[in-house]
């Protein structure tokens, strides 16, 4: 499919996240989710999942993420992960892990499923529980992953650190090699979505994330050829911006379980946006002109000081949603840039947030 | 830790892993979790000859096999290529690709 002008330089995407339900048993404080969630009356059905996968592999997609809410949610997980491996897809999962038993995990893999990603919010029960708000999650996440890779698939531990479990990097470290994952995610809480909700009661200190970094670059070498280290610096405390999704439509879509197009998981937090449906249009269409995608795509739309910065076509201006969340306008440069104007915010909600004072949790939650 | 890869030593794709030819860019590359390797064509067949099924009931390959058959599929000089795959394979390794 060719389509006139718009699309000359542009690459196909590589991943596709499929949100397939906002339905979940937990209530994690950190939820990147939108605080308006699509109840489950929205949620595409079978057939409409199968046409995305394959429309997202003819667009060049590599790999696909089955996440949500909780994607083991869905009765369908089994078809879906078929379908899509059939269509040529590389298929993860990404978890909580609760839903799920040996039994299910044999028959996930047998579908195609290659790779499960188990999101823990603390190496010590109660302190994990205190966040996902389900008491007993821990036990069974523990149980689930250890039969993940008896099963023969790969397993990714999400470590989601931040103020109340940051201290522990090592014992998440040697929790991973204990359940034999051949990677870990350490993740710092991005602060969207109820996170952003949370923030104060979230935030590490800046002296807990510098002992965090020490840590985990001196566990490094003896780590090499066992266990992947994917681990990236807080954006707070940082001075550059990431290039949020790899540059903003240009490697990665985002589906919601109402049919969504997304250019990045929180895009729908920035006010003014239009976003396509699958239902209503073409991906490979979607991925080329939908306004969502072609707002922020490339360097045209950048304010200074992005638009005359060496940088640009690295971390593409960062992350939107950030600046939008931090200066209230999602047109300018990230504000983790030590350029930008507002930079000296950071520090201010940094030093305000970051402190050691309790400050209470509001769970995420989800009526059906 | 991963002391260097010999040629005793047998390798395989790791958990997750898979070789796979991409149907819209043309290229072969490894598939993992997260993670993509592109290999160029000697890449791809270093891994096409670690991870070679001989006949049933024997053993898996060892890197040491693999790098003669390299040889004499390329007509190359085996010390050659030997050091090369070697340090191809360990670096597969360290990025979680390749597993001994
Ligand atoms: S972050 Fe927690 S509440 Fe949100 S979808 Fe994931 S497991 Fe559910
Ligand atoms: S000014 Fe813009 S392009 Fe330059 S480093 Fe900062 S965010 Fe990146």
């Given at each position: 499919?060719?389509?006139?002008?718009?699309?000359?330089?542009?690459?196909?995407?590589?991943?596709?996240?499929?949100e397939?339900?906002?339905?979940?048993?937990?209530?994690?404080?950190?939820?990147?989710?939108?605080?308006?969630?699509?109840?489950?009356?929205?949620?595409l059905?079978?057939?409409?999942?199968?046409?995305?996968?394959?429309?997202?592999?003819?667009?060049?997609?590599?790999?696909?993420?089955?996440?949500?809410?909780?994607?083991?949610?869905?009765k369908d997980?089994?078809?879906?992960?078929?379908?899509a491996?059939?269509?040529?897809?590389?298929?993860?999962?990404i978890?909580?892990?609760?839903?799920?038993?040996?039994?299910?995990?044999?028959?996930?893999?047998n579908?195609?499923?290659?790779?499960?990603?188990?999101?823990?919010?603390?190496?010590?029960?109660?302190?994990?529980?205190?966040?996902?708000?389900?008491?007993?999650?821990?036990?069974?996440?523990?149980?689930?992953?250890?039969?993940?890779t008896?099963?023969?698939?790969?397993l990714?531990?999400?470590?989601?650190?931040?103020?109340?479990?940051?201290?522990?990097?090592?014992?998440?470290?040697?929790m991973?090699?204990?359940?034999?994952?051949?990677?870990?995610?350490?993740?710092?809480?991005?602060?969207?979505?109820?996170?952003?909700?949370?923030?104060?009661?979230?935030?590490?200190?800046?002296e807990?994330l510098v002992?965090?970094?020490?840590?985990?670059?001196?566990?490094?070498?003896?780590?090499?050829?066992?266990?992947?280290?994917?681990?990236?610096?807080?954006?707070?405390?940082?001075?550059?911006?990431?290039?949020?999704?790899?540059?903003w439509?240009r490697?990665?879509?985002n589906?919601?379980?109402?049919?969504?197009?997304?250019?990045?998981?929180?895009?729908?937090?920035?006010?003014?946006?239009?976003?396509?449906r699958v239902?209503?249009?073409?991906l490979?269409?979607?991925?080329?002109?939908?306004?969502?995608f072609?707002?922020?795509?490339?360097?045209?739309?950048m304010?200074?000081?992005?638009?005359s910065?060496?940088q640009?076509?690295?971390?593409?201006?960062?992350?939107?949603?950030?600046?939008?969340?931090?200066?209230?306008?999602?047109d300018?440069?990230?504000?983790?840039?030590?350029?930008?104007?507002?930079h000296?915010?950071?520090?201010?909600?940094a030093?305000?947030?970051?402190?050691?004072?309790?400050?209470?949790?509001?769970?995420?939650?989800?009526?059906? | 830790?991963?002391?260097?890869?010999?040629?005793?030593?047998?390798?395989?794709?790791?958990p997750?892993?898979?070789?796979?030819?991409?149907?819209?860019?043309?290229?072969?590359?490894?598939?993992?979790?997260?993670?993509?390797?592109?290999?160029?064509?000697?890449?791809?067949?270093?891994?096409?000859a670690?991870?070679?099924?001989?006949q049933?009931?024997?053993p898996?390959?060892?890197?040491?096999?693999?790098?003669?058959?390299?040889?004499?599929?390329?007509?190359?000089?085996?010390d050659e290529?030997?050091?090369?795959?070697?340090?191809?394979?360990?670096?597969?390794?360290?990025?979680?690709?390749?597993?001994?």
């Open positions: 499919m060719t389509f006139c002008g718009a699309t000359i330089g542009l690459e196909p995407p590589l991943a596709l996240l499929a397939l339900t906002h339905r979940c048993p937990l209530r994690c404080a950190y939820c990147s989710n939108p605080l308006a969630l699509d109840p489950a009356s929205r949620e059905d079978t057939a409409a999942w199968c046409r995305v996968l394959d429309e997202a592999a003819d667009l060049g997609i590599i790999q696909v993420h089955f996440s949500g809410g909780e994607p083991t949610a869905r997980l089994e078809a879906l992960i078929a379908h491996t059939a269509a040529g897809l590389y298929a993860n999962l978890t909580s892990a609760v839903l799920l038993d040996r039994a299910r995990l044999e028959r996930l893999r579908a195609g499923l290659q790779h499960v990603q188990i999101g823990f919010q603390d190496t010590q029960p109660a302190k994990a529980e205190l966040i996902s708000g389900f008491p007993g999650g821990q036990a069974k996440k523990l149980e689930v992953a250890r039969a993940v008896d099963v023969g698939m790969a990714t531990v999400n470590a989601i650190v931040q103020r109340h479990n940051i201290d522990r990097v090592d014992d998440f470290i040697d991973a090699l204990e359940l034999k994952a051949g990677r870990i995610e350490i993740a710092n809480v991005q602060y969207y979505g109820w996170a952003l909700k949370n923030r104060a009661a979230l935030m590490p200190t800046r807990q002992h965090m970094d020490e840590r985990v670059r001196a566990r490094l070498p003896e780590l090499k050829g066992q266990l992947v280290v994917d681990y990236v610096v807080p954006d707070y405390y940082a001075k550059r911006p990431k290039a949020c999704m790899g540059g439509g490697k990665f879509l589906v919601t379980p109402s049919g969504s197009v997304l250019p990045c998981h929180a895009a729908e937090t920035i006010p003014g946006m239009t976003f396509d239902t209503e249009r073409p490979a269409d979607i991925w080329a002109n939908s306004a969502a072609q707002r922020y795509r490339g360097t045209d739309w304010p200074q000081p992005c638009r910065c060496d640009k076509e690295i971390d593409w201006g960062g992350c939107r949603c950030q600046a939008l969340a931090l200066t209230g306008n999602a300018n440069t990230d504000p983790v840039c030590d350029l930008s104007e507002h000296g915010l950071l520090a201010e909600i030093a305000e947030d970051g402190g050691t004072a309790e400050a209470p949790i509001t769970y995420r939650s989800f009526s059906l | 830790m991963t002391d260097g890869v010999t040629e005793e030593d047998r390798v395989r794709l790791a997750g892993v898979m070789l796979r030819q991409d149907r819209v860019r043309g290229h072969w590359q490894l598939l993992g979790p997260e993670r993509v390797l592109i290999l160029d064509e000697v890449a791809l067949e270093v891994v096409r670690v991870t070679a099924q001989p049933t009931d024997q898996p390959v060892t890197v040491g096999m693999a790098i003669g058959a390299l040889a004499a599929q390329f007509d190359a000089p085996r290529i030997a050091a090369d795959v070697l340090e191809l394979l360990g670096d597969m390794i360290a990025k979680g690709f390749l597993t001994r």
